[in-house]
């Protein structure tokens, strides 16, 4: 299942909001209840956010103005900053299964997930003067990967930097250090080292607890 479980479609959300937060009052209810570790605030907000949406979703089922419109358009977007965060600290696997998650349409967990292999190389990667005092990176996974590749359980791209009037030849002398999640990565540079030369090199970053790759290569440009 996406991790882009919530529907777009107005008519598809509004089924799908209205059957999570029943489903939620149902798990909460009883004595005692099946789910006892969401708050009743928390139910609240959800329940509210919902009529709120119904609301303002109901005035456009007929002939609208532009004012209907955006209301509509304003009040999913504040139900979906009460769902999003709700999901992710009351809906979790566990004490929520995969079925309850399945049954509401959202991303199941895996209870007991494939260690990440960590990749035996570093990324392969180039540098490109993108404005005054501005370096971008621009990285991939081998050097006939595409632009942005990144190995399976990659999250991001750690970013080793440093400006040094002589050439660099260890990595572990680059003294800045920023996380890349998007390609073409941009590292900004003071106005006094502007024609100096930088140095990079950079690591697959796994996450937290499974660490980084080996070093890439070292590579260098002038700032422009």
């Known amino acids: ?34 789910w006892d570790h969401i708050p009743q605030a928390a139910r609240t907000r959800l329940t509210t956010a919902y009529a709120d949406w119904f609301t303002a979703y109901s005035k456009t089922f007929g002939p609208r103005t532009e004012v209907d419109t955006l209301a509509k358009n ?84 750690r970013v080793y930097y440093g400006v040094f009037d002589e050439p660099v030849t260890d990595q572990e002398r680059l003294p800045g250090s920023q996380k890349a999640t998007k390609c073409g990565h941009i590292t900004r540079f003071r106005e006094s080292d502007r024609g100096k030369r930088a140095y990079f090199a950079c690591k697959w970053e796994i996450g937290k607890e499974d660490g980084e790759s ?11």
């Open 74 to 157: 304003e009040a999913k977007t504040a139900a979906i900053a009460v769902i999003r965060p709700f999901v992710n600290q009351y809906l979790r696997f566990p004490p929520v299964t995969n079925e309850d998650r399945l049954a509401m349409g959202i991303p199941t967990r895996d209870p007991n997930p494939s260690p990440v292999k960590i990749p035996d190389r570093g990324p392969s990667f180039s540098i490109v003067q993108m404005g005054p005092g501005m370096l971008g990176i621009i990285y991939r996974d081998g050097e006939k990967g595409r632009k942005g590749s990144k190995p399976k359980g990659v999250v991001a791209v």
């Open 1 to 34: 299942m996406s991790k882009n479980y919530i529907p777009r479609k107005d008519a598809y959300f509004d089924d799908w909001f209205k059957f999570l937060s029943q489903y939620v009052t149902l798990k909460c209810s009883g004595s005692p209840p099946e």
């Open 214 to 224: 080996p070093w890439s290569e070292i590579q260098s440009e002038i700032i422009p």
